[in-house]
Antibody, heavy 119, light 107 residues
């Protein structure tokens, strides 16, 4: 069965950087567009961005330039590189598998990894 | 960006009740809407996509409807496992946006 496991969360000081990882199994990872979604109690669920199997990507406008998604299809891994972190980035970060080509709903999610930005 | 507005924010109901949650999009999304269920401390779980298509393995008591920019999630007969928070999500155009959630609680 499909499994997604995130890691890399933790406590980071404001202005710091962090990389989150997501390892996938149970499906042909290289064939699917993968997404990052974050969740906070205040703002709810927020889509962060995606990377297609061909490496093309797209981000929510207000995170462009600070957040970068990459993937390594040979390792079934996706990453989220985050820079210039602030308290507003404190959230649970989920990786999610796109349900179908050209249909970006999310049919599988990881368990999430918590990022806390605090001094 | 497309705004998704869910109502109600909280819904109190009993086992066996029929309940409906509504999600309204700020513009046409061509029925490209998904519904998710989330329980505390867990990731969201896909229930319905393309407004009314039931995800594999999801009980048939869940159904989705659409009329223009208004979408509904109906649970025909609430079961104890259904008390959770429900979210809609549009995927017509990026950025893909979610509703603010409906907390379905036991009356």
């Amino acid at each position: 069965q499909v499994q997604l496991v995130e890691s890399g969360g933790g406590v980071v000081q404001p202005g710091g950087s962090l990389r989150l990882s997501c390892v996938a199994s149970g499906f042909s990872f290289s064939d699917f567009t993968m997404h990052w979604v974050r969740q906070t109690p205040d703002k709810g669920l927020e889509w962060v961005g995606f990377m297609r199997s061909d490496g093309s990507n797209y981000y929510v406008q207000y995170l462009r330039g600070r957040f970068t998604i990459s993937r390594d299809n040979s390792k079934n891994m996706m990453y989220l590189h985050m820079n210039s972190l602030s308290a507003d980035d404190t959230a649970v970060y989920y990786c999610a598998k796109q349900g179908a080509a050209s249909a970006p709903y999310f049919d599988s999610w990881g368990q999430g990894t918590l990022l806390t930005v605090s001094s | 960006d497309i705004q998704m507005t869910q109502s109600p924010s909280t819904l109190s109901a009993s086992v066996g009740d029929r309940v409906t949650i509504t999600c309204r999009a700020s513009q046409s999304i061509s029925n490209l809407l998904a519904w998710y269920q989330q329980k505390p401390g867990k990731a969201p779980k896909l229930l319905i996509y393309k407004a009314s298509s039931l995800e594999s393995g999801v009980p048939s008591r869940f159904s989705g409807g659409a009329s223009g920019t208004e979408f509904t999630l109906t649970i025909s007969s609430l079961q104890p496992d259904d008390f959770a928070t429900y979210y809609c999500q549009q995927y017509n155009s990026a950025p893909y946006t979610f509703g603010q959630g409906t907390n379905l609680e036991i009356k």
